[in-house]
């Protein structure tokens, strides 16, 4: 098994490219699908444990950003690798087109408005990303504003770290032909129709400049306070496995204690 | 009348001194109250109008932010000079201690939940900036929170002004005697005992150490895009004036448009 951690981290500017970047991650972990399955379920209940540590020690956040083309398997992720965790403490924010009232504030408004308390794991599905990603593709803000909103998010996100949130991002990195059978299979399976949305398309059309602004963006917002991790995630149980082996390694490198309580002068036993 | 707007402004960092202002405003506008009085019921309707101006524009959003020792004056400058104002578009904010809720995030997150959204004032009565007032002038963060929190206040204020937020600070500047004469009143007067919180008095004995800490930030976040305004507050009517003026001035300096309407196929008439 090649799997390495590092393998996957953008934590300094300007490191990325993403030609280099394979989107076929089963030689890393399995090539056997099963297995690789199998390896996701012994797993899980560290996650599971780690998790309870941070809602006990109720002193550090979690915010974990997936980002991705359409398909690229941002929901699929959250289902499979979040699956066993306790909802009390994990919660999911999804970033849509931004409503009026939230266009009457800044983009980062409604981003900090569900940033992770004490204690718990925010999972954000899309993100303030997307205010660089397809704004900047479409041609919705010009050059100066991205380079300002970069220098924003990147302090944002130093602001969200200073106050004890630990930050981890996760850019999906699907191939194109990989979209392809994706949406295809919306097509035409019954069962998956609802998922398909035309617009889909015109983004589609678009491949290359959301690739190279994906690669420009991650170079920008790659900092050691919150990394980029960079996914192959052709293979949904082998993207599953490198996600999760990323969280397990973020999670214990936080050294989490349980609270220690002074026991002194309880009762041995309750009446 | 020696008023000029430019003797107040601090906006570029380490210019300020403390003992170098005045906490008497009156010799600025006029020796007699009634006329202090009479000149800021005559700047009203100007108020007014430009608050109506930005709420029809529905582009820029203003911040006014209101600092200063226990009975400087910040409820009563509000009262006073946003009187004729339309509630429709201007809120205030209050920064109490924080809840456990708040706590538990980041300490500029209550804040930017509440800040203006398009065609909006927004007044804080107190602010962010408690959270490098009161907190250092107790001991509850060190230095370097300290340096980190001046930071990080700059960098939001920055991120509100690029998205179109026009911020103005106002330090209500008043003497030590003068707060003496009007906590005294609030023990004196049974219609102002609510007002009296035994806790003021121990901040009064650290007089000193907030007029340092106070000097200290006003130097740290003094910005072309976020200056503080100090005030002469111990006359309430010279400080309404000074006010007054500076808002006026600020809001003149937006020159708003109602916007253009396209009225070419409307009826003449209503049937």
Same mark, same amino acid.
């Given at each position: 098994?090649?799997?390495?951690?590092?393998?996957?981290?953008?934590?300094?500017?300007?490191?990325?490219?993403?030609?280099?970047? *394979? @989107?076929?991650?089963?030689?890393?972990?399995?090539?056997?699908?099963?297995?690789?399955?199998?390896?996701?379920?012994?797993?899980?209940?560290?996650? /599971?444990?780690? =998790?309870?540590?941070?809602?006990? +020690?109720?002193?550090?956040?979690?915010?974990?950003?997936? =980002?991705?083309?359409?398909?690229?398997?941002?929901?699929?992720?959250?289902?499979?690798?979040?699956?066993?965790?306790?909802?009390?403490?994990?919660?999911?924010?999804?970033?849509?087109?931004?409503?009026?009232?939230?266009? #009457?504030?800044?983009?980062?408004?409604?981003?900090?408005?569900?940033?992770?308390?004490?204690?718990?794991?925010?999972?954000?599905?899309?993100?303030?990303?997307?205010?660089?990603?397809?704004?900047?593709?479409?041609?919705?803000?010009?050059? #100066?504003?991205? =380079?300002?909103?970069?220098?924003?998010?990147?302090?944002?996100?130093?602001?969200?770290?200073?106050?004890?949130?630990?930050?981890?991002?996760?850019?999906?990195?699907?191939?194109?032909? +990989?979209?392809?059978?994706?949406?295809?299979?919306?097509?035409?399976?019954?069962?998956?129709?609802?998922?398909?949305?035309?617009? /889909?398309?015109?983004?589609?059309?678009?491949?290359?400049?959301?690739?190279?602004?994906? +690669?420009?963006?991650?170079?920008? @917002? *790659?900092?050691?306070?919150? %990394?980029?991790?960079?996914?192959?995630?052709?293979?949904?149980?082998?993207?599953?496995?490198?996600?999760?082996?990323?969280?397990?390694?973020?999670?214990?490198?936080?050294?989490?204690?349980?609270?220690?309580?002074?026991? *002194?002068?309880? %009762?041995?036993?309750?009446?």
């Amino acid at each position: 098994m090649a799997f390495e951690i590092k393998n996957y981290r953008i934590d300094r500017k300007n490191s990325f490219k993403i030609d280099n970047f *394979s @989107t076929n991650g089963k030689k890393d972990i399995a090539e056997n699908k099963d297995e690789r399955n199998t390896i996701l379920r012994e797993l899980a209940p560290e996650l /599971d444990h780690l =998790q309870d540590l941070l809602y006990a +020690e109720h002193q550090r956040k979690v915010l974990i950003v997936l =980002q991705g083309m359409d398909t690229s398997g941002k929901d699929g992720t959250i289902r499979a690798v979040f699956q066993s965790v306790d909802p009390l403490a994990v919660r999911t924010a999804y970033f849509k087109a931004p409503t009026e009232n939230e266009l #009457d504030r800044d983009y980062l408004w409604r981003v900090h408005n569900v940033v992770p308390r004490r204690g718990e794991i925010v999972i954000f599905n899309r993100s303030h990303y997307e205010d660089v990603l397809v704004t900047k593709v479409k041609g919705w803000i010009d050059d #100066d504003e991205e =380079q300002r909103r970069l220098r924003q998010i990147n302090e944002f996100e130093r602001l969200l770290s200073e106050t004890g949130t630990v930050i981890v991002k996760f850019f999906l990195h699907i191939s194109k032909d +990989e979209q392809k059978e994706r949406l295809q299979e919306r097509l035409d399976n019954p069962d998956k129709n609802w998922k398909f949305n035309l617009g /889909d398309l015109d983004d589609r059309k678009l491949w290359g400049d959301f690739q190279k602004q994906y +690669e420009k963006v991650i170079n920008a @917002t *790659s900092t050691d306070y919150a %990394p980029w991790y960079v996914i192959p995630a052709d293979s949904k149980s082998g993207r599953n496995v490198i996600i999760m082996q990323i969280l397990l390694d973020t999670l214990r490198a936080m050294q989490m204690q349980y609270p220690k309580v002074d026991t *002194s002068n309880w %009762p041995k036993t309750i009446d």
